[in-house]
């Protein structure tokens, strides 16, 4: 689920509500000091005059809640960092910090488990080459890539793969690719809006390539052959 609202930040630890030193300035051994011994912090001092898109993992449901009820009730706090994204059930938000002290307020409240930085990451467009019916009838069989023979994936059998899933995070499926399994047992979710066996990239279907090409004598094979395997793409 994406929010895009803007919250501000409050102060709260489970039980008890703390008061900041609004000075503090976000480091390595001030933002330490504040941690108990199960907490960690996996990212370097300092966000500089940009945001800093962070995952803030809370010790449990309970801390998450509230945090949420009390920075969604302030609206005189100067605090203008983002809620980009919550992840319920694992207690993870993703969040925008705008400055240092946004950052430390959230240690002192006692409720963070640990922060981690969330950079996003941008596919390069390759332009590709289209296959021409010369091609096809220049391919004789299936093609065994490199690295198919390089996890001796040819010498087990895939009897017993359909009870397999496997799950596949990237840019789509191309339902239509002649190579790819199309069976009951494929299926996915795309969060942004668009269709998940719609590939507008191709990575996606690259991937799912690796994992399952099928064995019908021509274009590739993967490691699994038969198209029986769960494929879950996102």
Known sequence: MQLSHTITLLLLSYGCIQEADASVLFDEESIESKMDDNSLVNFHAGLGDGKKRMIVKYKNAKCMEAMHLQTLASK???????????????NIDIVNFENDQDIASYMESGNVEYFEEDPIRYIYEVESKPITQRDLEETVGDVVPFGINMVRALDVSDEFVRNRKVCVIDTGYDFAHEDLPKNSNVGGNDNRGNQWNLDQNGHGSHVAGTIAAVQNGRGVVGVNRNGEIGLKQW
């Open 76 to 90: 005189d706090s100067s605090s203008t960092s983002t809620l980009i994204m919550n992840f319920e059930g694992d």
